[in-house]
C-alpha cells in the first residue's frame, strides 16, 4: 500500500490546495502558496478565517475522516452506502470517498487525483465491499450531502430528465421517494410552493413522474410514483459554477453534529455580519414558514451560503422544506431558538429576545415575523390547488394551533 496519496483542491477550475493521505489513515488539508499569497482569492469558506478575517493556514490532520468543511461535502446514510459499493470504497474512509465523488461537488469545488486517476486503485482502500473493480460507467459520481436518494440530472425538451451515466454535470437534482414515508415529494413540492407564494427565496422545482425519468440506477429503492426535482441554484444558466457552504461548513463541525454544535442564533449572527438587512429578512421569513409547516429538520446543513462574486456570501435559495411533523409527530425545532426547542415556545417575547441576543433590531425581527405569519395565513387558506394529501393537512393544521405567533 502506498504511504502517501495526493488529492488536488480545485476551487473555479484553480489548484488552492491539497488533500493528503498520510500514514495510519491519517488526511491533511493544505492550502497551497499561490492561493495563500493571492490578495484577491476566491473565498473557500468562512471556517478558514479568523475572527479578524484573515486566511487561516495550519491545520491537524484527522484520523480516517476528512477535515470537517470536506466531510460535509460528501452523502451519508444509505446513498453514501450505495455511491460506495459503486465505486467498490469504504464508505468510513472518506478520502477515497472524496476521490471517486469529486468531479461533481456542491458550490465550485473539484477534488480530483494529482496524478489523473479517476478511481484510487483497489490495493490502496481495501475497499469493504465485494471485489473487482469499479469500472468507469457504473460509478455514480455525483456528490450532494444528505441522507435522502438524489442524482443529478439532465432537463429534456419533452420535460422529462435524464441521470447522465456517470452522474455528473446535470442542472437539476431528483430526489427519489422514500420507501418509509408516503408523498414526501409531493410534500416537499408544497411546501416549497407556499414558500414561494409568501416570497421566500426557492428554486424552480417541479414533480415529475418517475416513469419519465431515464437513467436511474438500479438497486434503489423507491416507493411511490413521483420524485421532486429541484434545479441547482449552485449552476449558472450555461453551467457555471457558483461556490457554496452550508452552515456545518461555516461552523467547522461534521454532518453528525448538525443538530447539536449551534444554534439559529449563531446562523443569524453570521448573516448579519456577512448579509445584513436583506440576508436576516430571508432568514426570518424561512425560520417561521419552516416554524409554521412543522418543519423540525432544519438543522445547519438546511442553510447555506453562495457566493455569487466569489468572494461575497449571501444567503443561499431556501430548500429542503418539508413539513415532517406529517410523518413523525415532534414538537421540536431542530436547533435551539433563544433557549428552547419547543415550537410551542415561539411567542412574541421570544422572538423580542431572540433579537436581542443576536444583536439584531429589534422591529425588523418583530415586523418580518408577523408579515410572514400573515402571509402564510393567507396562502394556507387558499392553498388546495397545491398537492398535499389529507392527512399532512390536518397534521399541520394541528400544529398550527399549538404556536403562539400564530394563535394570538
Known sequence: MADLSVLDVR??????????????????????ED??????????????????????????????????FFANLLPEGAMRDYLAQQAHVNPAREFFLAWVLGR?????????????ENLP??????????KGAASETNVMRF????????FSAVKEATGGLTIPVDGTGGAW??????????????????????????????????????????????????????????????????????????FAQVFGVYPDDKYKKASYRNIAEVLWIETGEVGIREFLRRFVFNALIGNADMHLKNWSLLYPDKHHAQLAPGYDFVSTIAYLPDDALALNFVDS?????????????????????????????????????????????????EGARAAIEEHLKTIPIWSR
Do not use: C
Not at 456528490?143 to 438524489?150: T, Y
Open 173 to 246: 437534482i431528483v430526489k427519489l421517494p422514500p420507501t418509509k414515508f408516503k408523498g414526501v415529494p409531493e410534500n416537499e413540492f408544497a411546501m416549497m410552493e407556499l414558500a414561494r407564494r409568501i416570497g421566500i427565496d426557492v428554486p424552480e422545482t417541479q414533480l415529475i413522474p418517475i416513469k419519465k425519468i431515464k437513467g436511474l440506477p438500479k438497486g434503489i429503492e423507491t416507493a411511490g410514483d413521483m420524485a421532486f426535482a429541484v434545479k441547482r441554484f449552485d449552476r449558472t444558466p450555461d453551467q457555471g459554477k457558483i461556490h457554496m457552504e452550508d
Open 143 to 150: 456528490s450532494l450531502a444528505g441522507v435522502q436518494s438524489k
Open 35 to 68: 492561493y495563500i499569497n493571492d490578495l484577491d482569492r476566491p473565498t473557500l469558506s468562512l471556517s478558514f478565517k479568523d475572527a479578524f478575517g484573515q486566511l487561516l493556514t495550519e491545520f491537524k490532520s484527522t484520523q480516517t475522516r476528512l477535515p470537517p
Open 341 to 389: 426547542k419547543k415550537f410551542e415556545s415561539l411567542t412574541l417575547d421570544q422572538f423580542t429576545r431572540f433579537a436581542a441576543k443576536a444583536r439584531l433590531p429589534e422591529k425588523l425581527t418583530l415586523d418580518t415575523m408577523h408579515e410572514t405569519v400573515a402571509a402564510f395565513r393567507e396562502v394556507w387558506r387558499d392553498s388546495s390547488d397545491v398537492p398535499l394529501d
Open 104 to 116: 461533481d461537488l456542491p458550490g465550485a469545488l473539484q477534488i480530483v487525483s494529482m496524478n489523473g
Open 11 to 32: 476551487l473555479h477550475g484553480q489548484s488552492i490546495g491539497t488533500l493528503t493521505r498520510l500514514p495510519g489513515d491519517r488526511n491533511l488539508f493544505a492550502f497551497n
Open 121 to 130: 486503485p483497489e490495493e490502496e482502500h481495501e475497499s469493504a465491499t465485494p
